[in-house]
């Protein structure tokens, strides 16, 4: 079929199809002339056309609102409840068994369940909105190829239009409402979960503040020692600076001896995600490069890094004492341990964060302060 030029300002006949109305006699058509007009261009041939409802305000047509109107409220219901979870819910970390774990636990799922409620009730309130409240309609229509033209555009608007005004929508108090008030829950629902960390103040612990100290750090000066993790929980076994033979690794934990009669927090620091650290004993032939400000954090040839990665926060496990490289396997970033632990491969762009490290007097190793930097991912607030 042949396709006006955009602006065309005379009416132009095709071929094969309709006449093509001016600029000026197509703003002066009705929505109903538009929607004829759109059909004959889209090869559109309207089989039938029904209202279902052709008298207004029947039991009918009330109980079809009622119906429609109940998905839309159960939207806005669920975005409301949605965003008091999102706010109150107690989100700050628990471990599990201690008093208030399983409400923590429910953060995600609650916040999940009732964000996906309120969308499934909005889809579920269009399907049914179609299927009860717009015309039965049955129409065929050809396919075209490439982009509609401005007639196109401006008939199928029309067309939206004209559909909308059949459904009767702007009588519809019930319906009109719920939908307002879904749209508007569940859009704010969307704007809280995207924006919603910056409502909750990760700071206001000031240099206390979560992200920026882990289990190395002492408030009243009580030593933290390296603690390994023999499988039971309870079973304290520090390391000494001569358990490592050079070339190895051990990840090794915060310990206090306040914490020694607390079963609790035993079992708590070693499943802390931010404590975890790697004990590196390098070999006496290798080359060691500081990092300025951290000259004198190792212990000898033991050195102590974040076992977090600083790219997104995955474990890195892996060590190969011949290149003295440690490995990230989840996207391959690999930091050298005896030069302060820089990346040299892959995506992450900032070294580990090193734990400076002493000895007692029996030879046992413990942390001389928390990490000087937060440990793991960026964040926007982070300085180093
Ligand atoms: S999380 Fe370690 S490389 Fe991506």
């Not at 206001?204 to 603690?227: A, C, F």
Request: glycine fraction near 10%; proline fraction near 7%.
């Amino acid at each position: 079929m042949t396709r006006p030029d955009q602006g065309a300002d005379a009416p132009t006949q095709s071929h094969d199809g309709p006449r093509i109305p001016s600029d000026d006699e197509l703003a002066r058509m009705s929505t109903d002339d538009l929607v004829r007009l759109g059909n004959q261009i889209d090869d559109l041939e309207v089989v039938s056309n029904r209202e279902r409802f052709p008298v207004p305000g029947t039991r009918a047509e009330r109980r079809a609102e009622r119906q429609v109107a109940g998905w839309f409220i159960i939207a806005a219901l669920s975005g409301i409840a949605f965003l008091v979870a999102f706010i109150a819910w107690p989100w700050e970390y628990v471990g599990p068994g201690e008093e208030g774990g399983v409400l923590y636990a429910l953060y995600t799922p609650v916040i999940g369940f009732l964000f996906g409620l309120s969308v499934f009730a909005v889809g579920m309130g269009v399907i049914a909105y179609s299927k009860k409240l717009l015309p039965e309609d049955l129409t065929i229509q050809q396919r075209h190829d490439g982009r509609s033209s401005e007639i196109d555009r401006r008939t199928a608007a029309a067309r939206l239009v004209q559909t909308g005004q059949q459904s009767g929508i702007t009588r519809r108090k019930l319906v009109y409402r719920s939908i307002g008030a879904a749209g508007g829950v569940l859009g704010l629902g969307v704007l809280v979960a995207a924006f919603g960390g910056l409502v909750k103040n990760p700071w206001k612990e000031g240099p206390n503040s979560p992200l920026l100290i882990t289990g190395w750090h002492s408030e009243d000066g009580e030593r933290v020692y390296m603690r390994r993790d023999t499988g039971e929980s309870e079973e304290v076994v520090l390391v000494r600076s001569g358990d490592l033979a050079p070339g190895a690794i051990e990840t090794v934990y915060p310990f206090k001896e306040s914490q020694r009669t607390h079963p609790e927090e035993l079992a708590e620091v070693l499943r802390s995600p931010d404590s975890p650290v790697m004990l590196i004993h390098l070999r006496p032939d290798v080359t060691v490069i500081k990092r300025a400000g951290q000259e004198d954090f190792n212990y000898g040839a033991l050195f102590a890094y974040s076992k977090i990665c600083s790219h997104m926060g995955c474990p890195t496990s892996l060590y190969e004492d011949q290149t003295n490289r440690i490995l990230c396997p989840c996207h391959q970033s690999q930091f050298q341990a005896n030069e302060y632990a820089k990346p040299v491969f892959g995506p992450a762009t900032r070294p580990l964060a090193q734990l400076p490290i002493a000895v007692d007097d029996q030879g046992y190793l413990y942390a001389r302060s928390d990490f000087i930097e937060p440990v793991g991912p960026a964040f926007w607030e982070r300085r180093s």
